[in-house]
């Protein structure tokens, strides 16, 4: 997959401007705030119909505007796409050739993207929901499936904790038998689809670990065993323990077991990340597994997705500098940075320098 053609109008601190992205390395670099992340956001945006940056849409028009519009060129195994989405204060629309959607599931998998920036040191430093959040971002681009039964699940979930809050106890434990057969069906998709994402990750991630530390670490990713079998035995487990817990539900006003509950543990040669990882090394993992990402998608799709980095450059010393640009040649990259030539040691890409939402000739 590669994105040929971005163009940003009224995005964030961009007025009008379009880019024309190499097949490989492209460098966005300028000093801090200029907007070389604002890109960054717009392909991901383009890529998932969400950013990792803001909770509401409206955010990214720009400041005095009442619409922004982005639009991609973009090419995968099938031919050439067009996405572009018209985002307004109140709503938007996104556009596949011409098309208009409806849901963001029928935007993904057209364009494959995955996004590093420091933050994403959430990822093993925080608690579960930013391990649940990478999950479900990364899986929905290739599953359609888990992309929609992640949003029945959740609003069924919503759905079930209202319910948990009612006064009337007779009328909970009459009603929550109907809603757990529901939230059963399509946990157990999540489940699943997870734990096949988290078999392919795991040894990836610790191949490019070992990769980017020389083998002087070891990366081990466990999910919790919490449900073995198919789908039909994993939907069976989790009744059981649904029914087991309504007292508990009951008592604290909320559904206490399912996938929404889930986490994923990181140890850094044998140490729990999360407690003893020191900042350099919670980056490395973190970095190792998002690379782990393209390695899936490319497994799963048999194309490379758009790979995202953000400011990453700077986190990095020396040789794992060395190491990432090696790892990623022949890959179509959108690297952001301040200063292109302390970063790229003489590697082949095209860069493109960004001043206050523009682009700017020369070097």
């Not at 109140?90 to 556009?95: C, G, M, T």
């Not at 994402?197 to 081990?220: R, W």
């Amino acid at each position: 997959m590669k994105i040929k053609n971005l163009w940003l109008h009224n995005f964030r601190n961009y007025e009008d401007e379009k880019f024309s992205f190499s097949d490989s390395l492209n460098v966005l670099f300028g000093k801090n705030g200029q907007g070389k992340t604002n890109c960054a956001e717009a392909v991901f945006y383009l890529c998932t119909g969400t950013s990792l940056r803001i909770r509401h849409d409206k955010q990214l028009i720009r400041v005095g505007e009442s619409v922004a519009k982005i639009s991609a060129e973009a090419e995968n195994r099938y031919g050439r796409v067009t996405i572009e989405a018209d985002i307004y204060e109140d709503k938007r629309e996104i556009r596949v050739n011409g098309a208009k959607i409806s849901k963001n599931a029928d935007l993904m998998g057209h364009i494959n993207s995955v996004f590093f920036s420091p933050g994403e040191l959430r990822l093993i430093q925080d608690g579960p929901d930013e391990r649940r959040r990478f999950m479900n971002m990364s899986i929905s681009q290739t599953s359609a499936s888990y992309y929609t039964a992640l949003l029945r699940y959740n609003k069924i979930l919503d759905q079930r904790n209202v319910l948990l809050k009612n006064r009337d106890v007779s009328l909970i434990l009459d009603t929550l038998p109907v809603w757990d057969e529901q939230l059963c069906k399509y946990a157990a998709v999540i489940v699943k689809k997870r734990g096949e994402f988290l078999e392919k990750l795991a040894p990836y991630a610790k191949e490019l670990h070992a990769f980017l530390t020389d083998g002087k670490e070891e990366l081990v990713i466990t999910p919790e065993r919490k449900y073995e079998g198919d789908e039909r035995e994993i939907a069976s487990t989790l009744q059981k323990r649904l029914a087991g817990n309504y007292e508990k539900d009951l008592r604290l006003g909320f559904t206490t077991v399912g996938p929404h509950r889930d986490d994923v543990d990181f140890f850094i040669s044998g140490k729990d990340a999360k407690a003893y990882a020191s900042q350099g090394q919670t980056r490395t993992a973190a970095l190792a597994v998002k690379l782990s990402e393209v390695e899936i998608f490319h497994e799963l799709s048999g194309e490379y997705p758009v790979l995202i980095l953000d400011d990453v450059m700077s986190e990095l010393d020396l040789p794992r500098r060395k190491k990432l640009l090696k790892r990623i040649e022949g890959l179509q990259t959108i690297l952001t940075c301040t200063h292109a030539e302390r970063v790229l040691y003489g590697a082949d890409c095209t860069k493109i320098r960004i001043e206050d939402g523009a682009i700017k000739l020369g070097k």
